[in-house]
């Protein structure tokens, strides 16, 4: 009977001690979506197996969630605010998807958090100022999403260059400095922030602009001006097009 106590003592204790604020975080992120793949490609998210053994789902040698990639797998629905819960999670693609509604604010608790793509879908209303708490964050990719109203001065405070010297080269024709224009830019390459197709306006201040390798948002359908930035210095800075 001792001997019985202390296995299930111990199983406990082990059993106490797994991330299961992961699995039912990723329940959540399931719950969310519609999978119309036929056999459906989450087949495998249930209490079955282990979480770190699901389709698209990578965890570190703790058990914890530390990548999710659901790209291009007709997925449609919105994104669960549990993925919170998701603590260790560094990359999160849902690129080429039908997502929609809005990008949850609880990404910005998401500290490990170093790349978000989001390209593709329907993610609508405005860019969350939020987001600017993601300081590890290097690539954030918007690519053709719905967003609208103003981008956020949040962006210019996730884009900060100050600690290192590296920088990011823009290149934005034609750039309007304080109100919204259409941009017709080329293709960007290296550590560029491609914002060609795009109805709002880079300010002319890009010194901030490093952490961030690859910042998509373009072709977003954002109705009104970025927030006014000011600066006096534009080092480590190649800027072409009409100011």
Known sequence: MRVLFLFLFFHLHQTLSLPFSDYNALISIRSAITDDATPPVLSSWNASTSHCSWFSVTCDAHRHVVALN??????????????????????????????????????????????LKLSNNGFNQTFPPELSRLHSLEVLDLYNNNMTNTLPLAVAQMLNVSDSPKCLNLRIEPVVVGRASTHSGKPFHDNMIPVSHSPFVYNACTSFAYNIILLQAMQNIINSEVQTLECSQLPCTSLTGLL
């Open 70 to 115: 659901l790209t291009g797998l007709n997925l449609s629905g919105t994104l669960s605010a549990d993925i919170a819960h998701l603590s260790f999670l560094s990359n999160l693609s849902l690129v080429d998807n039908k997502f929609s509604g809005p990008i949850p604010l609880a990404l910005s608790s998401l500290s490990a958090l170093r790349l």
